[in-house]
């Protein structure tokens, strides 16, 4: 168990002359209330590696995670460091965060035009940190029929019309690098509706906000425990539009800057010829949101969500 083998990863370290640390960590959803001391509510073990004068965290019990990378359970989770015979710390408790560990991110690039009233999509992706272990976990040993079928799956919620994938291609799922790079494309039927002449469409935002139901409520009387919806802390997305030859947007909208204590939001357009190129960005900053924060919280994710289910048309 995690015990065992972090115990085996710092007993190796030592034999090398290598300095380790066992790190007992009450991961992020059990809640910071439960970790008031004196406490035994620890429920999971890892390591803290102090090499090159950097500082690693190193989850030994997930087989397909980069070396050092921090899973959205961990990163911020309350930690206790296990001293070593002899040594002696400011403070044995620690939130477990390094500037040494790859981000927990996805960039996005993805290619979008029309056939009649079907949307046509290519989607290449980046996955770095954690992330990249989670798709490593979901597709390294399942088929390439399960792998389509699960995209598909995941596709089909962010539309209501009929998602057909056409490809779906991952670069390499067995290695063990901090990123993950995979392509698929896909396409959606009749996605297109058409008013007066004008030809209507929202762009397919692969982390875009579409529901508002975790900001239904008007008021709060406990925290909203915000990491829990997003377990990414920089997504990245740019999709280059085509539009039909002889076509125009009717209308290029401003672009859209957010700035929040629990997010930043930002999306531009940009004309390139006969193409459109809308970039959107998301981070989010804070963990979590006091009952006192939910208004201004609930606030900037309606103006998120205003900005993500746009719709475009042209003629």
Known sequence: DCKDLSTLFVAMCKEVGVKANLVLVSTRDNGDNTMLLPSINFNHCIANLQTEGKNFFIELTDTKNSFGAVSSSLLNANGLIVTREG??????????????????????????????????SKVTTLKTGSLASDTRHTNANASQEDREKGLSESLSQDFTNVVKVNSLNYKDLTSLSDSLNYEYAYNVKNEISEVAGMKI???????????????????????????????????????????????????????????????????????????????????????????????????????????????????
């Open 87 to 120: 040594e002696t710390l400011e403070s044995n408790l620690i939130k477990i965060n390094t500037n040494n560990r790859i981000k927990n991110a996805v960039y996005r690039k993805t290619e979008v035009r029309f056939e009649q009233k079907d949307l046509v």
């Open 201 to 315: 469409f929202r762009l397919p935002w692969s982390e875009k906000v579409a529901s508002l139901e975790f900001v239904a409520s008007e008021t709060r009387t406990f925290p909203f425990l915000f990491w829990t919806m997003f377990e990414t802390e920089i997504m990245q997305e740019t999709i280059t539009l085509t539009l039909p030859t002889g076509k125009k947007l009717l209308e290029i909208p401003e672009a859209v800057k957010l700035s929040s204590p629990f997010a930043d939001y930002k999306m531009t357009h940009e004309v390139k010829g006969d193409k459109i190129i809308i970039s959107r960005e998301l981070i989010p900053k804070k963990d979590i949101i006091q009952p006192n924060e939910y208004a201004a919280f609930r606030e900037f994710f309606n103006k998120v969500a205003e900005a993500d289910t746009k719709q475009y048309a042209f003629k």
